[in-house]
């Protein structure tokens, strides 16, 4: 059976197939499925001054890649942002929140980037470190996403006055959190009658309730009731010192240890020597 313009349009497929003509559609672009219903199983493709739109009737759009290679969509062809997608990756959705899987149940950041949680435009909210070692600022129903902040002396802290100065022991911790305050310091006066004194007022953060117990190994315990009461030792040449208390922070922000001499006159050095270290671990609160 001879059928009109047959020939035509077998030239015209071939030639499309071999070479590099493109073929320019005024309008919109309609793709039917073979046997389909007009305006069901189709989809159509059209150019607007905002873009290329490619809609399907089906209400499903699917594109496919060959196995081992990548589907990227990017602002342009040499453009750092860009979103890639390859047989690892499973889907992305935002159905109330956008959701992202992977079949090896891992997402992964460059060594120097971090993957931030936030409800609004600003960086304010949860992050996590490059390292995955733990969640920075937020919370997440009450309970701090925060790990036990634990930090130890790699360098010896030293002090020759009676004037108090920050140490290394110090962590950032978060608004309206409860923490479980311990510590193991190791201490030493070159001059044990000038004593030693401690206290945590060496940072921006404040206290809704601050309650903690300084004890000296074998000796007295000293209860501080405020970030800057100082537990206060008359003596002390060579001795080990033992941190227990509580911190329910009302402004976030930093919390560090202080130390000096209780007293001068020997000339004397305070050292809390390598070793020494201070955790302040959250809390849930009931």
Not at 221 to 244: G, H
Not at 256 to 269: D, E, H, M, P, V
Request: aromatic fraction near 8%; hydrophobic fraction near 40%; charged fraction near 10%.
């Amino acid at each position: 059976m001879f059928v009109p313009g047959f020939n035509l349009w077998k030239r015209l497929i071939h030639v499309l197939r071999e070479t590099t003509t493109s073929l320019v559609v005024s309008g919109t672009a309609i793709f039917r499925q073979a046997g389909g219903v007009p305006g069901v199983n189709e989809g159509q493709v059209s150019q607007s001054a905002s873009g290329l739109l490619i809609e399907s009737k089906s209400g499903k759009v699917d594109i496919r890649v060959l196995s081992g290679q990548a589907l990227r969509v990017s602002q342009d062809a040499v453009s750092n942002s860009y979103m890639e997608m390859s047989a690892f990756f499973c889907r992305a959705s935002n159905s109330g929140g956008t959701l992202i899987e992977t079949s090896a149940d891992q997402i992964r950041v460059r060594s120097t980037g971090a993957i931030g949680f936030t409800a609004s435009s600003s960086d304010a909210g949860v992050s996590l470190d490059a390292a995955f070692t733990r969640a920075g600022v937020g919370m997440i129903g009450g309970c701090t996403l925060q790990d036990s902040l634990g930090v130890a002396l790699n360098t010896a802290f030293t002090n020759a006055t009676t004037t108090f100065a920050n140490t290394a022991l110090a962590r950032t911790l978060l608004a309206g959190v409860t923490y479980k305050i311990e510590g193991y310091l190791i201490q030493s006066n070159t001059v044990g009658g000038e004593g030693a004194k401690f206290d945590f007022n060496g940072g921006t953060a404040t206290a809704t309730v601050f309650s903690s117990a300084v004890r000296l190994d074998g000796g007295v315990s000293v209860v501080l009731s405020a970030l800057a009461s100082p537990a206060a030792y008359a003596t002390s040449s060579s001795s080990v010192f033992y941190v227990s208390g509580t911190i329910k922070v009302n402004a976030g922000g930093t919390v560090i240890l202080r130390a000096a001499k209780n007293s001068t006159g020997g000339g004397g050095i305070l050292t809390i020597d390598v070793g020494s270290w201070l955790t302040f671990t959250p809390l849930v609160q009931v």
